[in-house]
Structure formats: C-alpha cells, structure tokens
C-alpha cells in the first residue's frame, strides 16, 4: 500500500509514464471488489477528472499479471457505449496504471442505498434502466465478439457522470472456443466471481462453458446482479427467491434466467426483448422511454425537436437528478447553435427552445461539470449577433454567476458583456446593468476603478431615467470595493450629478447613496465636496427630497464636527509692509512663528508685485497720454482740411462722436514680465531724440501746416518719477491719469476762428541729440499733485481747443 502511494506521489509530480495525467487519492471502498486498486485522476492539459486502475505486478500473482493484461488488451481494442471508456496506459516501477473515463463504482451507490440514502420513487426505474445498459452491453460480446465474460458482480459495474452503468471487469473476456481461453483456465480467479457462477460451473468447473452457448454464465450471473441491485443482498434460497423491490413486470422475467435446467434458461438478449415490448418493463420504464426520446431529437427536424423537447420537460420532475443533467443536457447542448454562421432557424430554436431549459437544468450542477459541460457554449453565446439570444443571457445570468469563477468573469466574461453597454437597445443595457451586479464580487481592480468606472458614467448620462437610476444604485454597491482615492475623485461627483437629475426618485437615491456611503468619505471630503453637493436639495421643490437632504446633511455635519476636534489651532497674521531706506517695501511678519525661509519669499514676491505694477502703471499713462494727443491732432486737421478746400460751404459734414468707450480704456494692466507697447513707449520718452516736424499731405492749391507738437519737456520724465507713481497708484483707489508740466501749452484762444498754427522747422540731427540731453539733465522733479494737476489741465485744453473749432465751423 505504501508502494502504490509513493507511484502517486511521483506522479503527481509530473514524474512516471502517465505524461498527461496526474493520480490522485485511492477509491478505498473498491478495494476487494477486483484486482486493481482503483484510483482518482486528473488531466494535466484541461483538468478533466478521470479513473485510473493501478495493479503492482510485483505482488501479484502470475495468473493475475496476465489477466491484468488481458483486460488492457480488450478494453484497447472492443469500443461500445455502455463499456468502460479506455484513455491511456503505462508502466513504471512494476506497475500498470490503466486509465479510463472517471467512473464511481456501483458497489458505493448499492451501499448507501442499502441505507436509504438517496433511495426514491425514482429509484426502481433508475436500477432497471442501468440493468438494460449492462444487458445491451453483453448481448454485444455475445453476439459480436463470441466471447464470454465470466466476471459479472457489482464489482465490474461502474457509473458514468450521466448516471448510465458502464460493464466493466474484462481480466477473463475470452472465447471459449479457443483452446487456451482465460475463462477455461481461471475463471474463478477473480474476486467475488465464483459466487455468481452457474450451478454447473460449480459442479464440473468453467472447462464446462465448452459445452453451452456463450451466454450461460453471464445471464445466470446477471440475474443475481439483477436481484442485489434491487433488494441490496443475494437470496439465500435459489431459484425460488422474493420478489422483494423488484418491479412486477421484471421479476418472472428473472426466475426465468435462474432455470435449473440449462436450455430452459432465459438469455440477456430476449430479457431485452420482452421488455420492450408493450407493458415491459422497458416499455414502462420512463428513463428507458426519454432515452427513447432524445435519440430520436438528434435526428428530427426543428417540429420534431421542439415536440419531443416539450414531451421531455413534462417527465422532468419525475427523472433522476443526474440523468437530466448529464443524459439530457449533453444532447441538448450537441443542438444549440450560437454562431454567426449558423442558419437562422437554427439560432431561433436555439434562442426560444434551448437556452432556458439549459440554464435551467445547469442551475443546480457543480461548478467543474458546468464549466466542462455548459462553460463553452454560454460564454461563447455572449458574443452573438442575435439580440434576443443576448437579452436572454443577460436576463438569466443568475442561473449561472455562481459557477463562473473570478479568472473566468475577468478575463473571458467582461470583454463579452462590456459590448452590451453599447447596444442601442434599452433593455439590453438595462439587462446589462443588473448582470454586473451579480459579478461585482468578481471583477478584478482593473476593472473595478477603470473600465467600469467610465461605462457607469456614460450610462449615468443615458436619456433613459431607469437607466441612471440602475447607475447610482450599481455605484453605491460599488464603493466598498473601491480605492480609497477613487471614492472621493469618483463617487462624490456621480452622486453630486444625480442630485441635478429632473426626477425626484434619481435625486432621492443620490441622497440616500451619500447615506449609505458615509463611510467613505473623511471628515474633510465631506466638509469640501459631500456638504456643497447636498445643500441645494435643501430649496428642492420636492418635500421628501428636502427632508432626506437635512438628514444626511446633519449626519456629515456630526462627521466633519468630529473631524475638526482632532485638528490643531493655527494662527497666520498678515506681514507687515516696512520700507526701507532705499525706498523699496519689505514685509516683516508680527508673528514670532514666521520662518526665515518664508519671510524672505514673502518678501522677494512683494518686491516683484510692486516693480510690475509701477511698470504697468506707467505703460497705462503713457498710452493715455499719446492717444489723447493723436485724438486732438487729428480733429484739428481734419478740420483745417475742411475749411480750405470748402471755405464757403455753409453745410458741413457733422464731426462723428466719440468713441463710446475712450481708447486707453481697453488697455489690460498686465503684471507678466513681458515687454509691453506702453513700456516701448516709455522708454522711447524717456531717451528719445526732439521730435521730427510732421509734414501732412500737400494739396494742389495751398499748403496745409500741420500743428506744432508740445516741446519735448514735456515727457522728460526721470526713473524716480514713475516709482513715484506707481507708488502713488498702489496707495490710491482713483483712477490714474500722468501727469505732466502746466507750463508746457499756452491757453486756447477766445475767438471764434481756429488759432492759426506757426509751422515749425525740422532740427537738424545734431541740435537734437543736444537739446534732448539737456533737456533731460534739466528736468525738475515734480510732486504727484502737480503731474496730476498737469495732466488735468491738459485735458481741459483738448476739450476747450476741440469745442472752440466746432463752434467756427458752425
């Protein structure tokens, strides 16, 4: 026993001559029953469970060496249905493994029924059924392989996963019309094989099998297989046995087949035959009946399938558990067509007739055999074309959920359901969204706080209000298994969103989404984010919406107030504004808590404030100052040009009104770095050359002599005069106008004819640059009253000097 253990385990490690299975634990209620030990296994490319039959050959005898191979042999090359299905062989360290499709021995389902587990109404028809497997299954070696069995018990019986018995046994299959056939030689050998022998065998051995058909022994040894599957013993007294649980159609069927005399026995072939047969024991018997039924289905037209379906799903309740799901679901899904190549008609019966009854029979499956049997066929249905076959998959997805796992659901089930978010049908994306709640335990985090996150908020803008409403009921489950982070960047706007929806019952949900998630949020989201988001509900038309907002808001009120006793008491005072000697404003902080590191940051952005507003200012000025004059210049010689060339029109063109808005009002006081116009122009002032006479258009007739500009003295301004007005412009709340010399412009005549204008000859270059130098080394400084008086001044001049000239031309 230990040896054989020791094989598993170095199998299990990928060790020994089974390259593609790994053995797993020994079935130890089979022990005695054969011999072989009988093992569980496991496919190493799929998982698919299988049995495997392991026989040391150093410990047993010879005879049992050779029937071991014997029985290799014959299940290699005999194939059937109701015969144990042959996988794989090896050998290793002495020892054969046989594999085989997973089978439960019948020895373990007789006992607990022995027990009155598992045993019901159903249960006599189950045994009869699986009697006609084993029966159809010897009539076949009998009649095509000439061959004897010789080892029929409980113990060469097994049970496929459909429920269907599967003959077994094959170490003494041989014909006994050859000479050194196993069945003459050592029959008996095998355990438990001489207790259902004939009485003849007893009397003169198994040479005796010679002289009788082939199917002697196996029908005698069927019958009592027959009498301990239904009353769980062998009678004591034979031919003459109780009826016990056996079915009245099959009981004188049996005494017949235990006849003392030989050829009055009945065979296996014709127990079959007259249990066919109207009142049979076949014939009555519903598995054998809905077996009937579903060979037909495979071959029957669309009328016949949906007949015989609707004919099967009446006898549903009165069917083996196991037989609907491994006999019946099997042929159905061989059926059901998804593809996009398939024929319509085809898809339409899979659609309405199929689909539901195999969701619903696989509802109550384990998760290993649904996913072997079911997992390929639905999933795959996901990425159908058909919209009524998707709509019911989405709609059913809780008859399968449970048996998807998270690897599954993330990987191959969430590609396929994230396209029906996309649908343009209503209830598809309607469907989808109830599905996602049902995997929401499955979904990685990828899926979680990415991909789901951003189809939520797209359906959170669906035109349909049930869809949203389905939106902010998934995002509330959603936000335990979020991130921490993602719960305030994510959860407190889509909950903020739904409280501006025109429904009152979204805006109802949004609220009570914000109570349920309380906490999820801090004390300082709720005081920033959550409380702004609640306090419009609280004017909201609606009376419910209103009370349930004072609720949760009090509740976040509670939160924060808890939040801020944890907090500590900081004061910061404002810096104060200290000049130096060299005229520059350094703030010094009152607080002795102030860093050095700060104070010398505060002060270093103060100082750069101050230099861009002193420069803005000054730009704002100069621009004032410039537009004004060119104004001026030009109304005067727009009006010099008018009287000349018409001096005795009495009719003339109105001047147009001024701008609404004056020019320099549009001029922005920008702070940036950056060179602006009004400061080119200030520093063309500042160093700029006597002007140049401005010579104007000749006409044919007579000259027109432009106006004089003011002298240059007027805008020799110094650097220390603009800090002084931008000093003075951050200490003021007026308007800021330049001011400039009153001395500079003589006063507007009073008569009614436009003052003459003297004609002013251009300076040489030379004279310029000297007079300009010394023009600005002169300058004297002014106080802020008088540049502002000054500038004043000069605007009273424009506008007396442009009233006087519309009074003479009118």
Not at 180 to 196: F, M, V
Not at 208 to 232: K, M, R, T
Not at 786 to 809: P, V
């Amino acid at each position: 026993m230990d040896y054989l253990r020791s094989l598993s385990s170095a199998l299990t490690k990928g060790a020994g001559p089974l390259s593609n299975y790994d053995v797993g634990l020994e079935v130890e209620s089979y022990n005695g029953q054969s011999i072989w030990k009988l093992f569980e296994g496991k496919s190493r490319n799929d998982s698919t469970l299988v049995s495997i039959f392991v026989m040391d050959q150093t410990r047993a005898s010879r005879e049992q060496n050779i029937m071991a191979q014997n029985a290799v042999k014959k299940m290699r090359s005999i194939r059937h249905p109701y015969l144990v299905k042959f996988l794989e062989v090896g050998e290793s360290q002495g020892a054969i493994y046989l594999v085989v499709e997973h089978v439960e021995p019948l020895v373990n389902r007789l006992a607990a029924l022995s027990k009155g587990s598992g045993r019901d109404p159903s249960t006599p028809s189950w045994i009869a059924w699986g009697l006609g497997h084993v029966a159809k299954a010897l009539i076949f070696l009998h009649d095509q392989t000439k061959c004897v069995h010789g080892n029929i018990h409980p113990g060469s019986i097994f049970l496929s996963s459909s429920g269907e018995w599967l003959l077994g046994g094959l170490e003494l299959l041989s014909s006994p019309a050859e000479p050194d056939a196993l069945i003459l030689k050592w029959g008996g050998i095998p355990p438990r094989s001489s207790a259902y022998a004939p009485p003849e065998v007893f009397q003169s051995g198994w040479k005796v099998v010679q002289e009788y058909p082939v199917h002697i022994a196996d029908s005698y040894a069927f019958c009592l297989l027959a009498i301990e599957a239904f009353n769980g013993k062998l009678p004591s007294t034979l031919p003459n046995f109780a009826a016990g649980r056996i079915p009245a159609q099959l009981y004188p069927l049996l005494k017949r087949m235990i006849h003392p005399d030989v050829n009055k026995r009945l065979t296996v072939g014709e127990l079959v035959c007259l249990g066919r047969q109207p009142g049979g024991f076949l014939a009555t018997n519903m598995l054998c009946e809905v077996e009937s039924l579903l060979e037909e289905f495979r071959i029957g037209n669309k009328d016949t399938k949906i007949n015989i379906l609707h004919q099967v799903l009446a006898k549903q309740e009165h069917l083996a558990l196991v037989f609907v799901q491994y006999k019946v679901l099997p042929i159905l899904i061989e059926a059901f067509r998804y593809q996009s190549g398939s024929r319509p008609d085809d898809i339409e019966f899979s659609t309405q007739q199929l689909l539901p009854v195999m969701l619903k029979i696989g509802q109550s499956m384990d998760s290993a055999n649904w996913m072997r049997l079911l997992g390929e066929p639905i999933i795959g249905a996901f990425a159908t074309q058909d919209r009524a076959m998707l709509h019911i998959l989405l709609t059913h997805a809780s008859l399968f959920s449970e048996h998807l796992s998270d690897s599954v659901v993330s990987t191959k089930f969430w590609p396929l359901l994230l396209k029906s978010f996309h649908s343009p049908l209503d209830p598809i994306r309607s469907a989808a969204l109830d599905c996602v709640t049902l995997f929401l335990t499955k979904f990685n985090e990828r899926i979680l706080n990415n991909e789901l996150l951003r189809e939520l908020a797209k359906l959170q803008k669906d035109v349909r209000p049930a869809l949203r409403l389905q939106t902010i009921k998934i995002l509330s489950q959603l936000s335990h298994r979020l991130r921490a982070s993602t719960k305030a960047d994510v959860l407190v706007p889509a909950f903020g969103y739904s409280l501006r929806d025109t429904y009152d019952q979204i805006r109802l949900f949004g609220i009570a989404a914000f109570r349920d998630n309380a906490d999820s949020f801090d004390g300082e989201v709720s005081a920033k984010s959550v409380i702004p988001a609640l306090s419009p509900c609280l004017i909201d038309p609606n009376g419910e919406v209103r009370g349930m907002a004072l609720e949760v808001l009090q509740l976040y009120l509670n939160k924060v107030t808890s939040f801020t006793e944890t907090l500590s008491s900081v004061n910061t005072e404002i810096p104060t504004l200290i000049p130096d000697k060299s005229g520059v404003v350094e703030p010094q902080a009152q607080s002795t808590k102030s860093k050095a590191t700060s104070k010398s940051a505060f002060s270093a952005f103060l100082s750069a404030t101050a230099g861009n507003a002193a420069t803005a200012l000054t730009d704002w000025a100069m621009a004032q100052i410039e537009e004004d004059e060119s104004l001026a210049t030009q109304v005067t010689l727009g009006l010099q040009n008018e009287s000349i060339h018409s001096p005795d029109t009495t009719e003339a063109q109105e001047l147009s009104p001024p701008p609404a808005v004056p020019l320099h009002a549009t001029r922005g006081m920008s702070l940036s770095d950056k060179k602006s116009k009004g400061e080119q122009v200030s520093q063309a002032i500042l160093y700029a050359e006597e002007p140049k006479t401005i010579v104007t258009k000749l006409d044919d007739t007579k000259p027109i002599m432009p106006p004089a500009p003011p002298p240059s003295s007027l805008y020799n301004f110094t650097s220390n005069d603009f800090s002084t007005l931008a000093g003075a412009s951050s200490n003021s709340g007026d308007s800021v106008s330049c001011p400039i010399s009153t001395t500079s412009r003589k006063p507007p005549s009073t008569s009614t004819k436009p003052t003459p204008v003297e004609p002013t000859r251009a300076p040489s270059v030379s004279s310029s640059n000297k007079s300009s130098t010394q023009k600005a080394s002169l300058a004297p400084v002014m106080t802020k009253e008088e540049k502002m008086a000054q500038l004043n001044k000069i605007r009273e001049e424009r506008r007396a000097r442009i009233a006087q000239l519309k009074q003479s031309k009118s």
